[in-house]
T-cell receptor, first 113, second 116 residues
Framework: DQQVKQNSPSLSVQEGRISILNCDYT??????FLWYKKYPAEGPTFLIS?????DKNEDGRFTVFLNKSAKHLSLHIVPSQPGDSAVYFC????????????FGTGTRLLVSP | NAGVTQTPKFQVLKTGQSMTLQCAQD?????MYWYRQDPGMGLRLIYY???????DKGEVPNGYNVSRLNKREFSLRLESAAPSQTSVYFC???????????????FGDGTRLSIL
């Protein structure tokens, strides 16, 4: 049972345009969400996070939106750059006193010049 | 700035062989984790160590054992490797745990393990 779902395996965007990556979850107990970026042959690197008490968090070109009623979050990248081409993982956690992340299957983003 | 270091980077084993994957972090983090990543799937937690001296099972612990050697090092052992354990293994660390602690995890670059 996949508790965190990224239904789009891939996304292609032109440089300068907006990239929108989506993530859905089923467990209403999740209260903290993170996005990681992964380049080939490297480990995931933390990108941005959001707590369930917020509906938006921004960090430079990256913004994460959370819609708790729909159990949906999205990552917006504006403007997209070729260096953003990577696999993006959504992850979720609930406060059990310890961080045990549940990851989605990832979305491969390709930003073309 | 090493962060999380995993060794080896690649390994090929025969079915039934044993192997220990090594992980060390230099960020003075309390918590450490082992994940596996398979094609078409997200990272799945194998074992974790909330703090030095403690270890607990994650989502997919069968066939693995772990040792938290000290605060820096957390190893993963395959006692009798099986083809189903062919995967990319990632080690991660984070500052701590406890209510309200959501510090992001930092990952190593992975060990690519093939079992024939």
């Amino acid at each position: 049972d996949q508790q965190v779902k990224q239904n789009s395996p891939s996304l292609s965007v032109q440089e300068g345009r907006i990239s929108i990556l989506n993530c859905d979850y089923t467990n209403s107990m999740f209260d903290y969400f993170l996005w990681y970026k992964k380049y080939p042959a490297e480990g995931p690197t933390f990108l941005i996070s959001i707590s369930s008490i917020k509906d938006k968090n921004e960090d430079g070109r990256f913004t994460v939106f959370l819609n708790k009623s729909a159990k949906h979050l999205s990552l917006h990248i504006v403007p997209s750059q070729p260096g953003d081409s990577a696999v993006y993982f959504c992850a979720a956690n609930w406060d059990t006193g310890f961080q045990k992340l549940v990851f989605g299957t990832g979305t491969r983003l390709l930003v073309s010049p | 700035n090493a962060g999380v270091t995993q060794t080896p980077k690649f390994q090929v084993l025969k079915t039934g062989q044993s192997m220990t994957l090594q992980c060390a972090q230099d960020m003075n983090h309390n918590s450490m984790y082992w994940y596996r990543q398979d094609p078409g799937m997200g990272l799945r937690l194998i074992y974790y160590s909330a703090s030095e001296g403690t270890t607990d099972k994650g989502e997919v612990p069968n066939g693995y054992n772990v040792s938290r050697l000290n605060k820096r090092e957390f190893s993963l052992r395959l006692e009798s490797a099986a083809p189903s354990q062919t995967s990319v293994y990632f080690c991660a660390s984070s500052e701590g745990y406890g209510r309200g602690s959501n510090q992001p995890q930092h990952f190593g670059d992975g060990t690519r393990l093939s079992i024939l």
